[in-house]
Every structure is written in structure tokens, then in C-alpha cells.
């Protein structure tokens, strides 16, 4: 079963400056996905920025970015120039590739959170 | 496109009532999900539908819990009966299809009290 990890429970930031969040995940799966979900109070989940395993390169969405080490199954989230819209949790999630409409389970697995904080 | 609509928005009852969930998912998604969401805890899958079958209920609490996806649209999720421990916000996701390349867009979720 695939476990995902996040080791910071709270995170503070000022805004304009940069902060990272840490995920740690594991699987015996060599082909995978993983994505970091916000949360703001309204309770949607809403996608921030999704990483193929196979793809070496770190995707990009505007101010989010991320470091992929697979060997090191590590998935942190970088977020520049922060802004108060950006108060939120964080969540790292893991799904196993299921092709298509195949009609089988692809679960996406979530971790605890990081509740962050943008101050002025 | 219109979101994923859920409702009710809150809802308290008292431990050994019944609840239900209403989820109206993106028009064409063929995937549906129910997530259960403890609070201070990433969210749980509790069933997946594929159109009206399911395929993923293995974390569902079948002695409480019931789900159906009547023709392949809407959903609901019932408890009967509740019990404190299943406070929590009710989440409804749906994608076009399954799989990593096919984003979960979520609703704004149900938060369920049990007193």
C-alpha cells in the first residue's frame, strides 16, 4: 500500500518571500503520479500542480514548482512570492496510473496536510 | 463548465440517526468518488464509481454506509445509523475518466456533526 508523508504540520510565511513544503511518499510502483492539492477554508480541493513519475524534469505552474527526487521519493512544493490567497492546506497526494476508461480503482491517497500561513 | 455541486452544506444530527448526501459531478465525468475528511486528516476515499458501477468500495463501512450512482449522474451517500466518530466533511469528486491524467475536480463538501 502506497503511504504519503507530511512532516510539517504548520507553516508560516511573509508575503512576497518563498517557502517549500515537504512530502515523503512510498511505493513499489516505478509509474505513478503525485500532486499537491490546496484547501482554503470554502473546503474545495482545488489542483495546484500535478508531476508525472516518468518525467524527469519539475513541473511548473506559474508561482508553484516542485522538486521530484524519485530515488529519494521526495515531492516538495515550492511556492515564490507569496501571497494572502495562498492561506490554505496543502495536501500531497499519490495515485498508481490506471489507463483509461478501464473501470478499475485508481485511488488517490492523501497526506495529512500543511496548514500555511501567508502573513504581511 | 459548473462544478462539482454538492448539498447539504452542514448538517448536525444525533448519534443513531440517518443522514444523506447529495453530489452532482461534472457533466460527462464518467468517474465519481465519495472522500470522507477527519478533521486534522487528509481525505479517505470511501467508494469510487465508474458511470454506475462501482469499483473501489473497500474502505466503506458497509454495515453503516451505502452509496448508489443512479444512471451514471448523480449520487448519494447514506449513514444509517451515525455514530460520533463519523463527524467529518463529506467531499464528492468527480474526473472523465480514471487515472493520473485525468484530474479529481472536488465540491465544496458536507460537514456532517454528529452529536
Known amino acids: 500500500a502506497q503511504t504519503v508523508t507530511q512532516s510539517q504540520p504548520e507553516m508560516s510565511v511573509q508575503e512576497a518571500e518563498t517557502v517549500t513544503l515537504s512530502c515523503t511518499y512510498d511505493?513499489?510502483?516505478?509509474?505513478?503520479?503525485l500532486f499537491w492539492y490546496k484547501q482554503p477554508p470554502s473546503r474545495q480541493m482545488i489542483l495546484v500542480i500535478r508531476q508525472e513519475a516518468y518525467k524527469q524534469q519539475n513541473a511548473t505552474e506559474n508561482r508553484f514548482s516542485v522538486n521530484f527526487q524519485k530515488a529519494a521519493k521526495s515531492f516538495s512544493l515550492k511556492i515564490s512570492d507569496s501571497q494572502l490567497g495562498d492561506t490554505a492546506m496543502y495536501f500531497c497526494a499519490f495515485m498508481k496510473p490506471v489507463g483509461g476508461n478501464t473501470g478499475t480503482a485508481s485511488k488517490l491517497t492523501f497526506g495529512t496536510g500543511t496548514r500555511l500561513q501567508v502573513t504581511l | 463548465e459548473a462544478g462539482v455541486a454538492q448539498s447539504p452544506r452542514y448538517k448536525i444530527i444525533e448519534k443513531r440517526q440517518s443522514v444523506a448526501f447529495w453530489c452532482n459531478p461534472i457533466s460527462g465525468h464518467a468517474t465519481l468518488y465519495w472522500y470522507q475528511q477527519i478533521l486534522g486528516q487528509g481525505p479517505k476515499l470511501l467508494i469510487q464509481f465508474q458511470n454506475n458501477g462501482v469499483v473501489d468500495d473497500s474502505q466503506l463501512p458497509k454495515d453503516r454506509f451505502s452509496a448508489e450512482r443512479l444512471k451514471g449522474v448523480d449520487s448519494t451517500l447514506k449513514i444509517q445509523p451515525a455514530k460520533l466518530e463519523d463527524s467529518a466533511v463529506y467531499l464528492c469528486?468527480?474526473?472523465?475518466?480514471?487515472?493520473?491524467?485525468?484530474?479529481?475536480?472536488f465540491g465544496n463538501g458536507t460537514r456532517l456533526t454528529v452529536t
Open positions: 469528486a468527480s474526473s472523465l475518466w480514471t487515472g493520473g491524467d485525468s484530474p479529481l475536480h
Open positions: 511505493t513499489s510502483e516505478n509509474n505513478y503520479y
